[in-house]
């Protein structure tokens, strides 16, 4: 939230913004202002003198168009596959498309108007045919034309875009593509700061694989922040301070050592067993979305995958006819390389916050019709998914993981949808494992209050605790007004983990955590305590969730959950975590302590 | 002029990468080609006409081929629909 939206010219006063850090680190330089300005193209007259210098830079603006593509494409080939890349090559071959290239001559030609309004005037046409399409994948399509159009017209505006980008810049922008960020990533800038987009969005997917420090959900950075201020980007606690005193920026320099010391410490920590100083084990393995990302878990010591999502899988495919075959192919080759570690496989999550909607709109999403609830109306998903799943089976050991459940019977039409499709299998001789166990997201309340319920049904759990928080709270923490009602670190949370944990042990089923919070380093004390020995989070954030791990004692995890437990609101719960961390880790406790201002007092 | 009639039968539809084969694949040829749908007709070697065709899997479309090398391009091309573009069914 943007706090001096003032603009005074002589000295700017240091202030904070806040966001969600989604990709570690610490980055402190000028900001970038990116700007994506589609909005406003106007048109003009040009003189008939002017035409040829016109049709010149739109050629110009063509060529720099192209070059770019290309080079987005072969990265894009390199860190997400032929499918992605697939989609900036047709961008490029739009380029010279007849439909655009000759009309907007033509239009500039005739009717003497500049070369961006004439671009937008065209595409703009073709993309109303393609928004009339009675297909979803048609109508996203349509942005295929609206990013061919932007990069057109952000060329003839500034000559030049990426060059404007500079080195040892962070870039501030209202959104950023997955193209953007590959090329940004290529300039060496130093992090980025946005607008919008959520933690689980291709941008920060693609930040945390390129390694730049990232944080979105800013809600308005890009307007309060100028081209040239200074920035500090702590991508840790997902804030950004702008114009930092020089006192802050001195503190944020020691930081930034201690950060990549600790980064340098993490690739000792990485072959070392996740421990606590008592002898306890606990499992750390890794959330995942691209078979691309697979390299990760070697390079951040994840045993196995607590969490696929497959929705990335089936939104790249394009469109929800994903067949078996290919499915198949992309979730062997996750099995095999996750082998001998598990892969745990959660089915098609649709609805809620999941950008896949099958032509479907709802008053209020996240109480409709998503996860399992989709998937038990719709076989024709569901089929041919479980049955690449079981198929994959043969490679490696797997774990099927069912999103949204809140009824038994839920689990058990699932089970018996297993079994058709184990029986069409073992028909047609194909080969799977016969005890592929199937797991629930906890993720509601009433599943959470009642777990004991559920252990005849499922084989496993496995806690969100994002979607269980904000259920528990009611908080759409993608809501401004409320969003800072939300917090993880609600006693009645912590109190439905530990129910969880409690009930899952006594009846011998394993259970574990997948959300946000397993991956902060300041809550893993508390979950061990609250009783999970198996937490899985994006890869970039298990070495440090390791070194807490293994600098703690059971015992002493145990009763600071009780004391969370005890406390009266999350507020106080986090004061509690920074406590025990300074105490127990006092390194990583200096880089993560919650207000930069009392890190000063301690030293 | 020869006109052919094809069925899309990958199970995709003719989405970004079955249309740029085809665009590219046309490009090679002299002769002008032209698929209609419907009652719309687009230009076979604009990627962006291809697309604004949205055919979806089981449309049947109309193939134009006209010029020197008609047949030639129409064997090319009718060969990737009846390959499903190399892509599942």
Redesign the interface.
Known sequence: MNVSPEHTHERKPEHVVQGIGVSPGIAIGPAFLFERDHHDIERYEINPGEVDGEINRFESAVQKSERDLNKIASIAREKLGE?SA??F??QA??LR????YDSVVEKIGKEHCNAAYAVASVLNQ?RQ??LA???E??RE?AN??LDVQERIVRHLRRGKILSAVDHDSIVVAETLTAADIILFSRRNILGCALDYSGSTSHVSIMARALNVPAIVGTHGISQSVESGDQLILDGLHGRVIVNPTPETLKRYRRRLDRFQHLVSEHKQIVPLPAETRDGHRITLRANLEFAEELPLLKEYGAQGIGLFRTEILFLM???L?F????QLKTYRRIVENVAPETTTFRVLDLGGDKMLPLGHREQNPFLGWRGIRVLLDKPEILFPQVRAILRASTFGPIRILLPMVTQIWEVERFREALDQAKAELREEGQPFDEDVPVGIMVEVPSVALMIQRFAAAADFFSLGSNDLTQYTLAVDRGNDLVAHLYDELDPSVLLLIKQTAETAERHGLPVGICGEMAGSPRAAPLLVGLGLRDLSASPVFLPEVKRVIRSMKLDDAVCLADQALAAPDARAVGQLLDEWLREHAPDLALLLSGDPGTEENKQ | MITREVTVTNQAGLHTRPASMIVRTASKFQSDFYIQKDDYEINGKSIIGVMTLAAEQGSSLILVFDGTDEEAAATAICGLFEQGFGEAR
Do not use: C, T, V
């Open positions: 499918a697939a989609i090559e047709a071959l739009m498309d007849h439909a655009l073709h045919n393609m399409s009675d297909s994948y048609f399509r295929d034309l495919q394009g469109r006819a067949s078996e075959e290919d």
